[in-house]
């Protein structure tokens, strides 16, 4: 098995194996069509994640000079088929060629050799035929199975059969919504949210309510007062890197609104798709302080792939039929090719490998945010995903947005995530994980060349 030799740690880890792959195939050490170990192989060899050789690979076939083929394995290429590395490309504000700070996701560069690989084990065993064919009663226990465990990263105590498997976090909270709630009903949620629960209410014609938040989220007694006069029938709540302002809710303040929402008969909607960012899970769900009236919401979509679509909710008992009977009205089921390579990377730990790597890149590039914003109001966590700039006054969000649009960087006005426009915004969310690091860089520095304008209408 080829093994890379290298030393020093002037470089990321990846980097390095990959310029030893590239090296061995200069030399000759690896000949044209040499089958590479596989992830797990090298990376048990060398002592790193999966991640880490995936990454590497995806950089060595960026190089030209490897490549992939689903359920065979990785290969080296012939000479006369290997393309010249590219030279880096940065944008450099050309209007058809944005750098895009818009869409909050994962870093890909190290996902596709074990996406990959896992089609092509999963094309060769015996859980085959049983993807190709429909699930019953809510998806397949194995799978219920693998998201308990998923959950059980937040939540100990979470049974199996209180799982339901969902096509993705939106489509859990279609399911959740229409389930719990009936229309014209009152749904509480932050003052500046998810665009995506805006977006619910109305198509589900449900009311929709935003309440203060500060920098710690959800304001109790906010929260309070709102239940006091207006009679809600549900709460959507995100209290950990609360998108799109980065809040993270502390304990006492996720047993009061439990609490509350306890003396009010508010169901709780507990949206934790960025839950698995806390490396040390110091935080319990608020789901955890009014588990009898909550339904807890994660997916895979944001810690590992925007296109592996499957979805947890995690429900009392006695909401499980509505909840399931709604999935199967929706979409009748979610994927179960899908749903089993979920599991596969549940059950295996690579789930839990590709999040510490996801974990240590957003660490890298929330420090880059702060070195070229840090002089202006920033809210930042050390492994968050996006940060949430408030705008110094003469801006507002919509021109800034726009702006910075024109300037070849695309951001996310403030606006966007108010759940009622009768209130105003002065802040726009960055998303940091989508181009590459010298394009991040790139990025927000003309972005703190825009801030930095004496006069916005000069840009124009």
Not at 157 to 186: C, F, K, M, P, Y
Not at 268 to 297: C, M, Q, W
Not at 310 to 320: D, K, R
Request: hydrophobic share 40%.
């Amino acid at each position: 098995m080829w093994v890379p030799q290298y030393s020093g740690h002037a470089q990321p880890v990846y980097l390095m194996i990959a310029d030893a792959l590239e090296q061995d195939i200069r030399s000759g050490r690896l000949s044209p069509e040499d089958r590479l170990p596989t992830l797990k192989e090298l990376a048990e060899a060398l002592k790193v994640t999966p991640g880490t050789v995936g990454r590497a690979y995806d950089e060595a076939a960026k190089r030209g000079l490897v490549v992939g083929e689903v359920g065979r394995g990785t290969f080296v290429l012939p000479a006369k088929t290997r393309t010249a590395p590219a030279a880096a490309q940065i944008n450099t504000g050309n209007h058809s060629a944005q750098i895009d700070l818009s869409i909050i996701k994962p870093n890909d560069a190290n996902v596709g050799m074990w996406l990959r690989d896992s089609i092509g084990e999963l094309a060769q065993s015996a859980d085959l035929n049983r993807v190709l064919d429909y699930a019953t009663d809510g998806g397949h226990a194995v799978h219920k199975q693998a998201g308990a465990r998923w959950v059980q990263r937040s939540l100990p105590e979470a049974r199996w059969q209180q799982i339901v498997l969902t096509s993705g976090a939106q489509h859990g909270l279609l399911v959740a919504i229409n389930s719990l709630s009936n229309t014209h009903d009152l749904i509480l949620c932050e003052e500046h949210c998810y665009p995506g629960i805006i977006s619910l209410a109305h198509s589900l014609d449900r009311r929709l309510m935003g309440v203060q938040i500060d920098e710690y989220g959800l304001v109790p007694e906010a929260f309070r007062a709102a239940c006091q006069e207006h009679r809600p029938a549900l709460l959507v709540c995100v209290t950990t890197h609360q998108n799109p302002t980065n809040s993270i809710m502390p304990p006492e303040r996720r047993e009061a609104i439990a609490q509350i929402a306890r003396e009010y008969d508010v169901f709780i909607i507990d949206d934790d798709i960025y839950g698995f960012l806390e490396t040390h899970n110091v935080h319990k769900p608020i789901s955890a302080y009014a588990p009898e009236r909550s339904v807890y919401l994660t997916s895979l979509s944001k810690s590992i792939l925007p296109a592996l679509r499957i979805g947890y909710l995690y429900a009392p008992p006695e909401t499980l039929s509505r909840l399931s009977s709604m999935v199967r009205s929706s979409v009748w089921m979610p994927s179960p090719m899908m749903a089993q390579l979920a599991s596969n990377l549940i059950n295996s730990g690579t789930g839990e490998q590709l999040i510490k790597v996801q974990q240590q890149e957003a660490a890298v590039r929330q420090q880059m945010a702060r070195e070229i914003l840090g002089s202006y109001q920033i809210s930042s966590q050390p492994n968050s995903f996006h940060i949430w700039l408030v705008l110094p006054q003469p801006w507002n969000c919509d021109e800034f947005a726009n702006l910075a649009r024109a300037q070849g960087v695309t951001v996310v006005s403030g606006s966007q995530f108010l759940a009622q426009r009768t209130t105003a915004s002065r802040g726009v969310r960055i998303a940091l994980m989508s181009p590459s690091r010298a394009e991040l860089s790139f990025a927000l520095t003309k972005l703190a060349s825009l801030l930095a304008s004496p006069e916005p209408r000069l840009f124009y």
